[in-house]
Every structure is written in structure tokens, then in C-alpha cells.
């Protein structure tokens, strides 16, 4: 059974900086695609980054980019979300998903993702 488990969340000013981290069970997770998606009070789940089992390939929501840094470390079977310039927009719920094979049409969606975590709470003050 996979699991995935959410941490560093919390409280930081306007323009502070977090990082949060995904912790994955299972044996295969370095040929899982990872992603992280948000919800808002009142909103629904949006797609914020996704990054392929390699690494080497990056994915943004136009909103994300410049200030989200999407990561990952197979030895570690952890996947990361460093965020900067953190904006009052920006607070949510966060949630980390594992996906077995890359969607190339749907990464961004969130039927793509197979795991889920319980996600982790992000509130940033004005």
C-alpha cells in the first residue's frame, strides 16, 4: 500500500518562504510522477506543480512559476514544494499525489494521480 504523508506546513507572513515535503512509502516511488495540488476555502482543488520520475522535467501553473520550486529525492522517497514569495492568495490546503505512469495529456488534472496525502495547511498573513 502507498502512502503519502505531508509535512511543513503553517503559518508565514506575505512574502516569507516554506517548504514542504512528501514522504512516500512503497518501493517504486522513483517511477512515480509527483505532483502537488492546493484547495482553498471554498475553492476547488487546483494543479500547482508535477515533476516526472527523473527529475529532470518540471511542471508549473502559470501562477506557481518563478516562485515555486518542485523537487524531488528518489534515495529518500520524498518529494519537496519550496515556496517563496508567499502570497495571501496562496493559502491552502496542500496535498501531495503519486501517479504510477506519466498522464502526458492529464498530468496537470487531478484524475492523473493515483496516491494521495491528507495534506498539510498553509496560511499566509497580509
Known amino acids: 500500500q502507498v502512502q503519502l504523508v505531508e509535512s511543513g506546513g503553517g503559518l508565514v507572513q506575505a512574502g516569507g518562504s516554506l517548504r514542504l515535503s512528501c514522504a512516500v512509502s512503497?518501493?517504486?516511488?522513483?517511477?512515480?510522477?509527483m505532483a502537488w495540488f492546493r484547495q482553498a476555502p471554498g475553492k476547488e482543488r487546483e494543479f500547482v506543480a508535477a515533476?516526472?520520475?527523473?527529475?529532470?522535467?518540471?511542471y508549473y501553473a502559470d501562477s506557481m512559476k518563478g516562485r515555486f520550486i518542485i523537487s524531488r529525492d528518489n534515495a529518500k522517497n520524498t518529494v519537496y514544494l519550496q515556496m517563496n514569495s508567499l502570497k495571501p492568495e496562496d493559502t491552502a490546503v496542500y496535498y501531495c499525489?503519486?501517479?504510477?505512469?506519466?498522464?502526458?495529456?492529464?498530468?496537470?488534472?487531478?484524475?492523473?494521480?493515483?496516491?494521495w496525502g491528507q495534506g498539510t495547511q498553509v496560511t499566509v498573513s497580509s
Open positions: 515533476i516526472r520520475w527523473s527529475g529532470g522535467s518540471t
Open positions: 499525489a503519486a501517479a504510477r505512469s506519466w498522464d502526458s495529456s492529464r498530468w496537470y488534472r487531478e484524475i492523473a494521480y493515483d496516491y
Open positions: 512503497g518501493r517504486t516511488f522513483s517511477t512515480y510522477a
